[in-house]
């Protein structure tokens, strides 16, 4: 039996999991819309880690008594915990000596001396630039990361004496000594080593995805050029910015590099765009899905309009998920990353020759334009494409693997257990 507990509701939509219950905790995570935009707008990444500990240090206490509460009603075997300031889940395990598997979406949890990270102001490969910059990223910028990170520590263990739980001053938290299963594979990432108890098994992607709508599949028959644009669920994008994006759409369209736009708008409020007076740009024709060659909608099968054949060009924000689902079908990517893990994932890619990235900072027209065009004319990007995907689709089937370890893993309690049936808990942030 598995039980799963999460802040928001995240029931199963597939027919082969409706059968697991959801204890949903009652918190708002994004408490702050502002706070998150700044964020999102903001030149110091490392504002992130403040948020992040903000986050899990005025809800420690709440999702710690949600979790013990729901281990003594089931009396949990294993406890999986996603890693991301999720502190109570490996401390309940830790301390009720429970077995614990740790997953983490998609940045590793420790990074050798000779890994940098974009989120600090450096790059993930740092091979080719200048000593100085070499000598920030490997000693000045880690000193400040250790600053921050003793602060949070501290604010943690004040959270963690509330309930009984002995201080520790590790920032990744208890997972020295456990399975850790990281959503990645080589091929993107750069090469590093790893304890054998930390296991990649990405790109995980699920069996089965959500049809084309009549809607979209009609849209795409009909432009054999298609470039989609979705920024995720959780990316908010400034009204200027998203203008700036439509330009550029429209003189692709005008310069025939593509002939047609899905703009799947999510978190962005279209309403804000009306503002903006262009004889050029007719944004309300736009919006109500009168333009020919522009669809607007708020929520779009992504997997299926990627997989598509007239799909030619992705405009993303380098999430993973969309990462993983956009070298799985081979499209390129326009990355326009915000913040934490996208901004390493849209250097990777470039890297690996399968993306260009843009500048939140700056996003111009006839940029756009350039990288688009190079995007969908330079061969050495096909090539790269078509590399990734043959990587992307063997190891997309290490998430049985991944299963196979945790059984591995729960086995000693299972067989521990009075009537033989193990009891998971599973949380998600």
Same mark, same amino acid.
């Given at each position: 039996?598995?039980?799963?507990?999460a802040p928001g509701n995240y029931t199963a939509k597939?027919?082969? #999991?409706?059968?697991?219950?959801?204890?949903?905790?009652?918190?708002?995570?994004?408490?702050?819309?502002?706070?998150?935009?700044?964020?999102?707008?903001?030149?110091?990444?490392?504002?992130?880690?403040?948020?992040?500990?903000?986050?899990? +240090?005025?809800?420690?206490?709440?999702?710690?008594? =949600?979790?013990?509460?729901?281990?003594?009603?089931?009396?949990?075997?294993?406890?999986? &915990?996603?890693?991301?300031?999720?502190?109570? &889940?490996?401390?309940?395990?830790?301390?009720?000596?429970?077995?614990?598997?740790?997953?983490?979406?998609? #940045?590793?949890?420790?990074?050798?001396? /000779?890994?940098?990270?974009?989120?600090?102001?450096?790059?993930?490969?740092?091979?080719?630039?200048?000593?100085?910059?070499?000598?920030?990223?490997?000693?000045?910028?880690?000193?400040?990361?250790?600053?921050?990170?003793?602060?949070?520590?501290?604010?943690?263990?004040?959270?963690?004496?509330?309930?009984?739980?002995?201080? *520790?001053?590790?920032? +990744?938290?208890?997972?020295?000594?456990?399975?850790?299963?990281?959503? /990645?594979?080589?091929?993107?990432?750069?090469?590093?080593?790893?304890?054998?108890? *930390? @296991?990649?098994?990405?790109?995980?992607?699920?069996?089965?995805?959500?049809?084309?709508?009549?809607?979209?599949?009609?849209?795409?028959?009909?432009?054999?050029?298609?470039?989609?644009?979705?920024?995720?669920?959780?990316?908010?994008?400034?009204?200027?910015?998203?203008? =700036?994006?439509?330009?550029?759409?429209?003189?692709?369209?005008?310069?025939?590099?593509?002939?047609?736009?899905?703009?799947?708008?999510?978190?962005?409020?279209?309403?804000?765009?009306?503002?903006?007076?262009?004889?050029?740009?007719?944004?309300?024709?736009?919006?109500?899905?009168?333009?020919?060659?522009?669809?607007?909608?708020?929520?779009?099968?992504?997997?299926?309009?990627?997989?598509?054949?007239?799909?030619?060009?992705f405009l993303s924000h380098g999430g993973m998920s969309?990462?993983?689902?956009?070298? #799985?079908?081979?499209?390129?990517?326009?990355?326009?990353?915000?913040?934490?893990? @996208?901004?390493?994932?849209?250097?990777?890619?470039?890297?690996?020759?399968? =993306?260009?990235?843009?500048?939140?900072?700056?996003?111009?027209?006839?940029?756009?334009?350039?990288?688009?065009? +190079?995007?969908?004319?330079?061969?050495?990007?096909?090539?790269?494409?078509?590399?990734?995907?043959?990587?992307?689709?063997?190891?997309?089937?290490?998430?049985?693997?991944?299963?196979?370890?945790?059984?591995?893993?729960?086995?000693?309690?299972? #067989?521990?257990?009075?009537?033989?049936?193990?009891?998971?808990?599973?949380?998600? /942030?």
């Open positions: 039996m598995i039980t799963l507990v597939s027919s082969f #999991y409706s059968s697991i219950p959801q204890v949903i905790v009652d918190v708002l995570i994004a408490s702050n819309l502002q706070e998150i935009k700044d964020l999102i707008d903001g030149e110091d990444n490392l504002k992130t880690f403040k948020l992040f500990n903000d986050w899990s +240090r005025i809800h420690y206490v709440t999702f710690y008594e =949600a979790y013990k509460q729901v281990a003594e009603e089931i009396d949990v075997d294993l406890f999986i &915990c996603e890693h991301a300031i999720n502190y109570p &889940c490996f401390d309940l395990a830790w301390k009720l000596g429970k077995p614990v598997v740790g997953i983490s979406p998609s #940045y590793r949890v420790f990074y050798p001396p /000779y890994r940098s990270d974009p989120t600090y102001g450096c790059h993930v490969n740092m091979e080719n630039e200048p000593f100085y910059d070499r000598f920030i990223c490997a000693t000045i910028a880690p000193l400040r990361l250790i600053w921050i990170t003793i602060a949070m520590m501290y604010d943690i263990n004040i959270e963690r004496a509330k309930v009984g739980i002995e201080s *520790h001053w590790d920032p +990744r938290g208890r997972i020295s000594n456990i399975l850790m299963l990281f959503n /990645y594979f080589f091929g993107v990432e750069v090469p590093s080593i790893e304890s054998p108890l *930390h @296991q990649e098994i990405g790109p995980i992607l699920p069996d089965t995805f959500p049809d084309l709508s009549p809607e979209n599949d009609s849209f795409l028959i009909n432009h054999p050029r298609t470039l989609y644009f979705a920024l995720g669920t959780n990316v908010y994008i400034a009204p200027h910015k998203s203008f =700036a994006l439509l330009k550029s759409f429209l003189k692709l369209i005008d310069q025939n590099v593509i002939d047609g736009v899905i703009w799947a708008s999510m978190r962005t409020n279209t309403s804000d765009l009306l503002s903006f007076n262009d004889f050029d740009v007719h944004i309300s024709d736009i919006l109500n899905n009168n333009h020919s060659h522009i669809h607007v909608t708020k929520h779009a099968p992504q997997f299926a309009i990627l997989s598509h054949e007239n799909t030619k060009l969309s990462v993983h689902e956009s070298i #799985y079908t081979g499209t390129p990517m326009l990355i326009l990353p915000s913040f934490v893990d @996208q901004l390493e994932n849209a250097e990777k890619l470039e890297l690996a020759g399968v =993306a260009l990235k843009l500048s939140k900072f700056n996003i111009n027209v006839d940029d756009i334009i350039l990288k688009a065009k +190079r995007l969908l004319n330079e061969k050495s990007f096909k090539i790269n494409a078509e590399r990734l995907q043959f990587l992307a689709k063997v190891n997309s089937k290490r998430k049985h693997r991944g299963a196979d370890l945790i059984e591995v893993v729960m086995n000693r309690a299972k #067989y521990e257990s009075e009537n033989g049936e193990s009891k998971i808990i599973m949380k998600i /942030y």
